[in-house]
């Protein structure tokens, strides 16, 4: 690590490539600037998370942790150094992944009026890169820019012996205890009450290993780990299969070791907006200030799960050491504002994808960039948007603001990350159901629940099941009917959402396990079954749904739910109907062959949603009377 200290040569070419505005230079005094240089010996892709999480960065370098409080869409940060207290409004951060980020500060009482802290990072090789940390101050006054330069040059010292260690750790794929601070213990009452939890969890035939692991991480995780729980991404670092744990997450919370929580989402900066603890709570519409956009809660990616400790067990607070906007908003690549007329050419780094542009008017565009495509940059403006291009990879953005005011030129990766629990996700567990059984949605809200793959069920010839079995037995004989269905949906990951009369409505996230219970339901009431006499056809649909309110209950509503229940008219007893969606899923394919089951094409005409659809069709031979009417006749198309 080379010494942070540069000339002034480089100091000024530094300062030509981020020049003060010259609002922050008007009526103050001269700026008082430290630019410190560093060779960092990893590679940016592996450091430049690290260095844009500002928050703990600063706590590892021992800084002073900050208040922050967001009021009329402007974050407001106080903070007491040496005994001065320091009250400002971050200027929204300006950053381009992999190459640079800006934070600005409005000072309104303390040491100075404005700051500027950037970093710029240049690869030399793969595997290191060099390092430009820059801090420029408009100081106060004399007292204050005295204060300044003395505390700052030991600043970069740290700098450096804090850099130095985090690539160390990043060249083992390690993490730098300094920047996750494990707590030691907790306190004899909470640790009882743990340990009572655990108990409970294991003794209710969850998986004891990931009990334990889950608690270990609850004892002694990262405050700033704990804030929100994500049980997709500790999944994904334990190695755990993810609906496990969000079983083990859910059964946590009766047993008093984690609250629920339902997250609304803003779909342009994607920061938490609201919190509730009930699904009651969630409401039709939420607003960002920040964004300044007003936005529904139907939209699939508008709400998210997740968990908190109860503070019973831990109590974790919101700590910050930084705002870290860059960290925050990681699907943000390019985030600069441009002034009236003002241009800018930016390379991008950001690998292959699908990523939008847009501006603060909502101008946008879709970005694709793939190895097949055209390598020219791209020129953009807010006037000149819309559309989709394609460029290669490391494409150049010639970015142009064309309008008469500033205007934030955004460049986000398209897709939402998969690590988020979404409510589609909660309520296809039977364990959501059963635990937060009291739970409902308010009237008025309609919440996407995302690609669901629907199962019905309905028994073949209940007309004359009924008239000749008489109520008692054949009420005995549908409740057993349900309990075995019940039973097999559950075991393959699914939920029962409601029952209509002798017939079943199942959801399942996946498609393949949706096939598999289809399949399993068939085989449990054969034709030859003598200790119960019902037959049942099943249909499969796979789309997108909503959870809507109906008197108390939660239930599925849209067009997938529509024709997974029409499609029961093309099957009979020990036959299952399915979608061309369901076949194109993800495994389907695979397990159709795994269960040797053979299937036949239909045409289907169905006027009331669009005319003739392709309808896919098996038939489990045991489950047929060849003597019976009940089984549809063999179509072909």
């Known amino acids: 690590m080379a010494a942070p200290s540069v000339s002034p040569e480089q100091l000024t070419a530094f300062l030509e490539r981020f020049a003060w505005p010259e609002h922050m230079l008007a009526g103050g005094r001269a700026p008082l600037e430290f630019l410190w240089r560093f060779e960092v010996d990893a590679p940016i892709a592996s450091m430049w998370p690290l260095l844009i999480d500002t928050s703990r960065f600063n706590r590892a370098l021992g800084l002073t942790e900050m208040n922050y409080e967001e009021r009329d869409g402007r974050l407001h940060g106080t903070v007491i150094n040496g005994g001065f207290r320091q009250t400002w409004v971050e200027v929204p951060w300006q950053w381009i992944h992999g190459h640079h980020m800006e934070a600005v500060r409005d000072y309104s009482e303390g040491f100075g009026r404005w700051v500027r802290a950037i970093y710029e990072v240049t690869e030399v090789r793969e595997s290191s890169f060099e390092l430009l940390v820059y801090f420029g101050w408009i100081p106060r006054g004399w007292l204050g820019e005295k204060i300044l330069?003395?505390?700052?040059?030991?600043?970069?010292?740290?700098?450096?012996?804090?850099?130095?260690?985090?690539?160390?750790?990043?060249?083992?794929?390690?993490?730098?205890?300094?920047?996750?601070?494990?707590?030691?213990?907790?306190?004899?009452?909470?640790?009882?009450?743990?340990?009572?939890?655990?108990?409970?969890?294991?003794?209710?035939?969850?998986?004891?290993?990931?009990?334990?692991?889950?608690?270990?991480?609850?004892?002694?995780?990262?405050d700033l780990?704990?804030?929100?729980?994500?049980?997709?991404?500790?999944?994904?670092?334990?190695?755990?299969?993810?609906?496990?744990?969000?079983?083990?997450?859910?059964?946590?919370?009766?047993?008093?070791?984690?609250?629920?929580?339902?997250?609304?989402?803003?779909?342009?900066c994607r920061g938490t907006r609201e919190e509730h603890a009930s699904l009651s709570r969630v409401p039709g519409e939420s607003r960002c200030e920040v964004c300044e956009i007003d936005f529904d809660t139907r939209s699939e990616v508008s709400v998210e799960v997740s968990f908190r400790v109860n503070p019973a067990i831990r109590k974790v607070g919101l700590h910050a050491w930084c705002a870290a906007e860059p960290s925050h908003r990681e699907h943000i690549l390019v985030q600069l504002r441009l002034a009236p007329d003002e241009r800018r050419r930016v390379t991008l780094t950001v690998g292959e994808g699908l990523f939008r542009l847009r501006g603060s008017?909502?101008?946008?565009?879709?970005?694709?960039?793939?190895?097949?495509?055209?390598?020219?940059?791209?020129?953009?403006?807010?006037?000149?948007?819309?559309?989709?291009?394609?460029?290669?990879?490391?494409?150049?953005?010639?970015?142009?603001?064309?309008?008469?005011?500033?205007?934030?030129?955004?460049?986000?990766?398209?897709?939402?990350?998969?690590?988020?629990?979404?409510?589609?996700d909660l309520l296809s567990l039977r364990e959501f159901r059963d635990i937060f059984s009291a739970d409902y949605l308010a009237a008025d809200v309609q919440l996407a629940v995302g690609m669901q793959t629907l199962l019905f069920t309905d028994m073949v010839g209940s007309t004359r099941f009924?008239?000749?079995?008489?109520?008692?037995?054949?009420?005995?004989q549908v409740r057993r009917h349900f309990a075995e269905i019940f039973e097999v949906v559950a075991a393959q990951d699914g939920v029962v959402v409601k029952t209509i009369g002798d017939a079943v409505m199942a959801a399942f996230v996946d498609a393949a396990s949706a096939v598999r219970a289809a399949h399993a339901i068939q085989r449990r009431f054969p034709a030859s079954r003598e200790d119960l006499d019902i037959r049942v056809r099943v249909s499969l649909n796979r789309g997108s749904c909503i959870a809507v309110r109906f008197n108390t209950e939660i239930d599925y509503f849209g067009n997938a739910v529509n024709l997974a229940a029409k499609l029961q008219g093309s099957a009979g007893a020990g036959q299952v109907t399915f979608s061309t969606a369901v076949r194109d899923a993800p495994g389907v394919v695979e397990v159709l062959g795994e269960l040797g089951v053979e299937i036949e094409s239909l045409t289907v005409d169905l006027p009331a949603l669009g005319g003739e659809i392709e309808v896919l069709r098996w038939t489990d031979e045991d489950g047929v009377d060849p003597a019976s009417s009940l089984a549809m006749p063999v179509a072909r198309g």
């Open 361 to 424: 008017e909502g101008a946008t565009t879709m970005l694709d960039l793939s190895p097949a495509a055209d390598p020219a940059p791209l020129a953009w403006t807010p006037t000149n948007s819309g559309g989709e291009h394609s460029r290669a990879p490391r494409p150049i953005l010639e970015l142009h603001n064309d309008r008469d005011q500033p205007i934030d030129f955004v460049l986000e990766r398209a897709r939402w990350s998969d690590e988020a629990v979404r409510p589609g």
């Open 149 to 222: 330069a003395f505390a700052f040059p030991k600043l970069g010292e740290d700098y450096g012996r804090l850099l130095a260690e985090l690539a160390t750790a990043a060249r083992q794929a390690k993490v730098s205890p300094r920047f996750e601070v494990s707590r030691p213990s907790l306190d004899e009452a909470s640790e009882a009450r743990l340990a009572v939890g655990v108990r409970e969890l294991i003794s209710a035939e969850l998986p004891a290993p990931l009990v334990r692991q889950l608690a270990a991480h609850l004892r002694s995780a990262d």
């Open 225 to 268: 780990d704990l804030a929100r729980i994500q049980p997709k991404v500790l999944a994904r670092r334990w190695g755990a299969d993810t609906r496990t744990l969000l079983r083990v997450a859910l059964h946590a919370t009766r047993v008093g070791l984690l609250d629920l929580s339902w997250d609304i989402v803003c779909p342009h």
């Open 466 to 476: 009924y008239a000749t079995r008489g109520d008692a037995e054949a009420f005995v």
